[in-house]
């Protein structure tokens, strides 16, 4: 997973170095400013008077000696500690340093630190009482700054105040920054072009790195004050793929750039110390990749997740990503659900819902008799309330996991310690019972328990973590009985994630961690309550004038741990079990078409040509084109056989155009005024028209005549449907009515007798309306812009939703009737969850899109401008532009097999579209 993959680049990155030193070694919020090239001097004055080769670092909270040799331990003195630091022989020199043309410098304290003795990562040990360290500095004209610098840290580190210690520190840092810039040599071609050059520090866990951000027209590059780990890191530009900005010790100021599209692990991130700097360079990131990569919502990835694009995996790693999670920053680590409840059977039944943790609940909430004593004190409590007395993420939660992979991130985390061994993560079994039981134990997972790498379960490194109660050593962890090694566990915890189960319930956990249960009303409801620190906006820092106080709080806050930010304000969508393979798992379609039709249904062959068809929709070519009309086509209607095409338009003529013979065959007109649609009936005898003139017309195929006329509006009709012998008409007088007609025998013709059944009343014009596959649920647009989903069968409203900034041209369901797809004047494409009314994913174009078709993953619009449009929405992208009518597409039509497909524009045209495979 990410956080084992950085281990492993930084471990990587350290062989190459021949380091052992990192910036773990260093205090939490302490910086390396600087080193030297200097000895140890051993036994200073005697006969055994030796040197010791190594590096010396400079720190802002202390001085840290890397020997050379990897059997000698890395010594770290405390700034704190120390006594007295000046030029060794001041007061009368050594023998040795009266010969050397060196330079040497004293340093007596009180304690020390002596970390991997043998290269070997362990608790440092601890020497205390008034100890003496000469390092001498192979240039001898450095001792002078070096102990001055010394003395200067040493002063701020022996301040009574935390606050002004900070600042003092701080001020030196700024002061450094400030006389150095980014070094140009450093570019990777002469030919780049500055854009723009600041302060910043490069985060990475538990430690930030200060230096320079430059970034030209085609590199990111960071250049580190100390050189450490590498003189430069650089980010080509056109290999970045998602950037983010976060929030970084609660205020807006980090930037996080990944060159991979599904992955957790960042190539860098970097922490500003103004907003604006990380602004501006955010900015011109996004317009540089404006053109190269779609940019992704939280909705854009519900879409794709629902759809069956996106695993749970992936969705819930898309999810902390958007959220400001980072495996870079500790106090916001990525957080994952406990899945399974079940850590004593020997065999793991992923089909028995009992198996699973209530994803309904928090972790605080899964146990009642805990839950009604923590709920007890909550109602005791004063304000602010809080259920929980700890988060259920925090850096000590996610190296509690991860110890037997990152201890030396621990070790830093804890002052040179490791946890008490029955504290340590022991088993899967107990970790699970204490968040269960335990008084003050919330803790979800992170994602390693749903990856691929098992390192930390083993101890592989053979870390002394300690003894037992019982007097056994802690080793791997322990494992449930039904896992029967490290990569077993992983892969049924995966199976698990992945479960028909989780997949049904995941929402719920969503809503509790991402979404509305995480605040206010719905969180006291759900037994979600932490304390207020840990929320987005909790606490301002720039409002705490007392230095003091803001250090410790912020100190509070980066321990305690953080609440996502939040996604989402109103329920999450359920995921959608597919009926049918989705386009991601039909890669050779034509094969399993060919391997065994007889086993096949119509309806199977049916919708697998569907989903063939759609695949390769941005192959469509022109096929024929007509004139039949003197005003803009409005509506298309085909019979069956395909033989006969019906169109109306603005002139107010119904055309009936032979596809076989190429001709008109039948011109018919009502009245004087436009007609806005047409539709079929059942049969192909019947041909429905809509009028500005507030009617609705029906005209007999086989007589040729005008049969009926329903006035059933005060304004023009925008559009009609039918199903099952209803009829839907949408109008500009604000409503949609729905009618029962039933036919009757009149003078050797069929005639219809109406009945209305429903009135749907609207705010405003109502310009389309569209059923879905059912005919149980309807929706409507309207001219100011309102989305309207209606329940048929009740008649009632379910969802009004505020889409777009004007008209909404058209609307329609997804062929699951799960989601509902609106364009609008504005040029949005925008998707709507029908369950819960929640916009999930909008999409703008150059210009407005009049019409569409679309299989519930891909649309084919009809622009303003004439052309088709091919989007690929769970892509957030256009994928192909077509080249269609000289004036808007009005209308569009496409046969059940998707195979064939007409459209009719402003310019008075028909054309006639084919697929080509």
């Known amino acids: 997973m990410a956080f084992i993959r950085k281990k492993r680049r930084e471990q990587q990155q350290q062989l190459y170095s021949k380091e052992r030193f990192s910036l773990l070694l260093l205090n939490l919020e302490e910086y390396y400013f600087e080193q030297h090239t200097a000895s140890h001097i051993q036994h200073k004055g005697s006969p055994d008077e030796r040197k010791c080769r190594g590096s010396l670092k400079i720190c802002s909270k202390s001085v840290i000696f890397e020997p050379d040799a990897i059997s000698q331990p890395i010594i770290k003195i405390p700034l704190r500690d120390c006594i007295k630091i000046g030029k060794y022989g001041e007061n009368g020199a050594s023998r040795h ?14 304690q020390v630190y002596f970390i991997k003795e043998h290269n070997i990562v362990a608790p440092y040990k601890i020497e205390r009482g008034k100890m003496e360290y000469v390092f001498e500095l192979d ?47 450093r570019f990777h071609s002469v030919t780049e072009k500055l854009h723009m050059e600041c302060k910043a520090e490069m985060v990475t866990p538990l430690v930030t790195n200060p230096g320079h951000v430059c970034i030209t027209d085609t590199n990111l590059y960071f250049q580190p004050l100390n050189g450490h780990p590498k003189p430069v890191v650089q980010i080509t530009l056109h290999d970045v793929r998602r950037i983010y900005k976060r929030r970084h010790g609660l205020m807006p100021l980090g930037l996080e750039v990944f060159c991979t599209e599904d992955d957790l692990c960042s190539d860098i991130y970097l922490k500003f110390y103004e907003p604006q700097d990380r602004d501006d360079l955010y900015y011109y990131i996004a317009t540089y990749l404006e053109h190269h990569v779609a940019e992704h919502t939280a909705e854009s990835y519900m879409l794709q997740w629902q759809r069956g694009h996106l695993s749970n995996y992936q969705y819930l790693l898309h999810l902390n990503n958007v959220a400001d999670r980072s495996c870079n920053d500790l106090s916001q680590y990525p957080v994952f659900p406990w899945i399974i409840s079940d850590y004593s059977s020997s065999v793991l039944d992923l089909t028995n819902p009992g198996t699973f943790r209530n994803l309904s609940q928090p972790v605080g909430a899964l146990n009642e008799e805990r839950l009604h004593r923590l709920l007890t004190r909550y109602r005791e409590m004063p304000e602010p309330k809080f259920m929980y007395g700890s988060h259920y993420s925090s850096p000590g939660y996610v190296l509690f996991y991860l110890v037997r992979i990152a201890p030396e991130y621990m070790l830093c985390l804890q002052n040179g310690r490791f946890d008490n061994a029955d504290r340590m993560f022991n088993s899967i079994a107990e970790t699970w019972k204490n968040c269960l039981d335990g008084a003050t134990d919330f ?45 077993d566990f992983l892969q049924k915890s995966k199976d698990a994630l992945e479960s028909s189960y989780v997949s049904e319930h995941l929402h719920e956990w969503i809503d509790l961690i991402f979404g509305y249960k995480q605040k206010g009303i719905d969180a006291i409801g759900a037994h979600n309550v932490f304390h207020p620190l840990t929320y987005e906006g909790g606490v301002d820092l720039n409002s705490i004038d007392d230095p003091d106080e803001k250090v410790a709080m912020l100190t509070q806050i980066l321990e305690f741990g953080q609440t996502p930010k939040q996604l989402f304000v109103t329920p999450h969508p359920r995921r959608i079990t597919p009926k049918f393979k989705s386009l991601s798992q039909t890669s050779s379609l034509n094969a399993s078409l060919a391997d065994s039709p007889g086993e096949e249904s119509f309806e199977d062959l049916t919708e697998e040509s569907r989903t063939l068809a759609w695949m390769n929709i941005s192959k469509l070519q022109l096929h024929e084109h007509y004139k039949i009309h003197k005003e803009a086509v409005t509506g298309i209607a085909v019979s069956c056989n395909g033989s006969s095409v019906f169109t109306t338009s603005q002139d107010s003529t119904l055309k009936m155009f032979s596809k076989e013979s190429k001709m008109l065959q039948r011109s018919i007109s009502f009245s004087n005024m436009a007609l806005s649609s047409c539709l079929l009936l059942p049969g192909d005898a019947t041909v429905l028209s809509s009028s500005w003139d507030n009617n609705v017309y029906f005209y007999s195929i086989a007589f040729g005549r005008h049969q009926d006329t329903l006035m059933g509006h005060d304004d023009a009709v925008s559009k009609i449907c039918w199903h099952d012998n209803r009829l839907y008409s949408a109008s500009w007088d604000s409503t949609v009515k729905v009618w029962s007609s039933i036919p009757t025998e009149m003078l050797g013709t069929k005639r219809h007798h109406f009945d209305l059944l429903a009135e749907l009343e609207h705010d405003v014009s109502v310009d389309t309306i569209s059923l879905n596959a059912g005919s149980t649920l309807l929706v409507s647009g309207t001219k100011e812009g309102m989305v309207s989903i209606w329940d048929l069968t009740t008649a009632t409203l379910l969802h009004q939703v505020p889409c777009h900034s004007g ?48 299989d519930g993953n891909t649309v084919l619009s009809g622009s303003q401008c004439g052309e088709l449009f091919v989007w690929d929405l769970l892509g957030a992208k256009i994928s192909e532009r077509i080249q269609g009518h000289t004036g808007a597409v009005t209308c569009m039509w496409m046969n059940e097999h998707c195979s064939s497909i007409i459209t009719g524009g402003d310019d008075k045209q028909i054309l006639f579209w084919r697929l080509q495979y």
């Open 807 to 854: 008209t909404v041209h058209d609307t329609a369901f997804s062929p699951d009737s799960r989601h509902v797809l609106s364009t609008g004047h504005d040029g949005c494409l925008n998707v709507i969850d029908v369950q819960t009314g929640m916009l999930i994913s909008s999409l703008t174009s150059e210009e407005p899109q009049r019409c569409f078709l679309w």
């Open 97 to 110: 340093f009266a010969k050397s043309k060196s330079g040497g410098i004293s340093i007596i304290f009180s």
């Open 139 to 185: 240039v001898s004209g450095k001792v002078e700054d070096v102990t001055e610098t010394l003395l200067q840290l040493h002063r701020a580190s022996c301040l009574d105040k935390l606050g002004d210690q900070t600042a003092m520190i701080t001020a030196i840092l700024q002061s450094r920054l400030a006389r150095t810039s980014f070094d140009k040599n």
């Open 443 to 487: 803790k979800e997972l992170i994602p390693e328990f749903y990856g691929d790498d098992t390192s930390f379960l083993v101890n592989s490194l053979k870390l002394d973590l300690g003894k037992r109660q019982g007097g056994k050593m802690v080793e791997d962890v322990e494992l449930p009985p039904w896992a029967l090694s490290p990569e």
